[in-house]
Each structure stands twice: as structure tokens, then as C-alpha cells.
């Protein structure tokens, strides 16, 4: 059984600047759901997406946009990036829209 | 009302005592109540969950206690090892798994 996996591990962008960040679901699940760490706190919501479409959003504006394929890996796009933007990015599957959901290692973005 | 609050924000315990972290919830509508185990550069992992129509669950050294009526949680660490120095996240949803809601993280140290 393959796990959660995201991509790229680390990334460095400049203020105002796009970035797509990657997620692999874990094998037979079929949710994905995206979560924004700052350093030193707990994770936050950012969006769930189920069969391509997406099924919740957290507290998080339009900027913050995503995808998921028919193959249920995901994308999470991120436009017009502030400061306030660096965080860990992790991305976490599950089987339908239920609870138990599988976190990958996540991606370490820097923006300066 | 989607608050979690989680205490302490950091615990030393010695190697072979009780490791207990509290949390406490608002929202009446959610119905699972997860905690994960986060090390340094990863993801967070699914340690154990459980719903409310149960007032504890044991797996082998973690326990959680839950009371519905006082919209509180807790996590008992067993025989508390090194191993277990990590940062500890509860977290609430509702049934369908959108808007997981994360506490704020408790950092466990534990002494040899």
C-alpha cells in the first residue's frame, strides 16, 4: 500500500508569484483534503476535495485554489503569494468523505 | 464555535509515567475526535480516534477519554517512552470529514 506523497519538498518563491504544490492520494482512497501549518501551531483547513469536485473550504481566500484528477491525486494552487503564505503545506487522504485521514510529509513553503 | 483548545502547550514527563493532554470543543455537531503524533519535518500521523457514542478507547498504550456532556477529550500516554517526544494535535469534524478542526498542539518531552 503506497502512502501519502507531495511534492516538492521544499520551495522558495518571491512575494506576488504563483506556486502548484503536488499530492498523490494513498492507494484507494478517494478524498483529498489540503491544511496550511505555520510554524508552531496546529494545522488549518484549507479545502476537501471528493470526485473532482471541491466538498468544503476552510477560512482561506480565492487565491487559494485546487484540483483533483480522475486518478483522485490533487493539486493546490496558490496565487499572488504573501509573506504570510510560508508554512508547511500538507495534503491528507481518506477513503470517501470520511474521517480517518492519512497526512503525507508535506511541502515547506518559503515566500520572501 | 469551531474552536478546539488543547492544553498544556508543552509537557515533561519522566520515562515510564502518564503523559495526559486535555482538549476541549463548541461545536455540538462534531461526531470524531482524532489525535495525531507529529515529529520534527513530517506530517502528522493518526494515533487514534474515537466518536461519542463511546466514553473511552484503549489502544495498547494510548487511551482517549471522552465526555460528551462536558464537550471534553483527553489523551492518556501509558508508560511514557523517549520514543514518544512529539508534538500531539487533537482535532474535531463533523461526519462527513470536512473542516477538521485542529487544537493548537501540545509538545510532549520525555526524559530518559
Known amino acids: 500500500e503506497t502512502g501519502v506523497t507531495q511534492s516538492p519538498t521544499h520551495l522558495i518563491k518571491t512575494r506576488g508569484q504563483q506556486v502548484t504544490l503536488r499530492c498523490s492520494s494513498q492507494?484507494?482512497?478517494?478524498?483529498v483534503s489540503w491544511y496550511q501549518q505555520a510554524l508552531g501551531q496546529g494545522p488549518q483547513f484549507i479545502f476537501q476535495?471528493?470526485?473532482?469536485?471541491?466538498?468544503g473550504r476552510g477560512n482561506f481566500p480565492p487565491r487559494f485554489s485546487g484540483l483533483q484528477f480522475p486518478n483522485y491525486s490533487s493539486e493546490l494552487n496558490v496565487n499572488a503569494l504573501e509573506l504570510d503564505d510560508s508554512a508547511l503545506y500538507l495534503c491528507?487522504?481518506?477513503?470517501?468523505?470520511?474521517?480517518?485521514?492519512?497526512f503525507g510529509p508535506g511541502t515547506r513553503l518559503t515566500v520572501t | 464555535q469551531q474552536q478546539v483548545k488543547q492544553s498544556p502547550q508543552s509537557l515533561i514527563v519522566q520515562k515510564g509515567g502518564i503523559s495526559i493532554i486535555n482538549c476541549a470543543y463548541e461545536?455540538?455537531?462534531?461526531?470524531?475526535f482524532p489525535w495525531y503524533q507529529q515529529f520534527p519535518g513530517k506530517g502528522p500521523a493518526l494515533l487514534i480516534a474515537?466518536?461519542?457514542?463511546?466514553s473511552e478507547k484503549k489502544e495498547g498504550r494510548f487511551t482517549i477519554s471522552f465526555n460528551k456532556s462536558a464537550k471534553q477529550f483527553s489523551l492518556h500516554i501509558m508508560d511514557s517512552q523517549p520514543g514518544d517526544s512529539a508534538t500531539y494535535f487533537c482535532?474535531?469534524?463533523?461526519?462527513?470529514?470536512?473542516?477538521?478542526?485542529f487544537g493548537p498542539g501540545t509538545r510532549l518531552s520525555v526524559l530518559p
Open positions: 491528507a487522504s481518506s477513503f470517501y468523505r470520511g474521517y480517518e485521514q492519512y
Open positions: 461545536n455540538t455537531a462534531f461526531d470524531y
Open positions: 474515537i466518536r461519542p457514542d463511546v
Open positions: 492507494s484507494g482512497h478517494n478524498t
Open positions: 476535495y471528493y470526485r473532482e469536485e471541491e466538498n
Open positions: 482535532a474535531a469534524s463533523k461526519w462527513n470529514g470536512q473542516n477538521f478542526v
